[in-house]
């Protein structure tokens, strides 16, 4: 049982920044990487940026330059620093988890709950 808790999506003006947080929970054994997916209106869910559990980061295109994530292992907690932000970047975006139970448990995945992001023009 592993849960995912959300928060700072809301309300942005266009070239506004925003940050996304979201902690983990639960029976974790270990956390293999951790990261933000979003999903526009009628559109399929896709990759923004994702963190490793080495460190190592990933994001996609549209959003290099002006997204940063990090995490803080400590707290199981990955964030998402969004800046510069258009109207395009409006979406329900997903926190994303890939974890080990236990020692010798298989890898799962799990996701938050969506936090609406809007960016107004």
């Known amino acids: 049982q592993v849960q995912l808790v959300e928060s700072g999506g809301g309300l942005v003006q266009s070239g506004g920044s925003l940050r996304l947080s979201c902690a983990a929970s639960?029976?974790?054994?270990?956390?293999?990487?951790m990261g933000w997916y979003r999903q526009a209106p009628g559109k399929q869910r896709v990759l923004v940026a994702t963190i490793t559990s080495a460190g190592s980061t990933n994001s996609a295109d549209s959003v290099k330059g002006r997204f940063t994530i990090s995490r803080d292992s400590a707290k199981n907690t990955v964030y998402l620093q969004m800046n510069s932000l258009k109207p395009e970047d409006t979406a329900v975006y997903y926190c994303?988890?890939?974890?080990?139970?236990?020692?010798?448990?298989?890898?799962?995945?799990?996701w938050g709950q969506g936090t609406q992001v809007t960016v107004s023009s």
């Open positions: 994303y988890t890939v974890v080990r139970t236990t020692i010798s448990s298989a890898q799962y995945q799990y």
């Open positions: 639960g029976s974790i054994f270990s956390i293999n990487v």
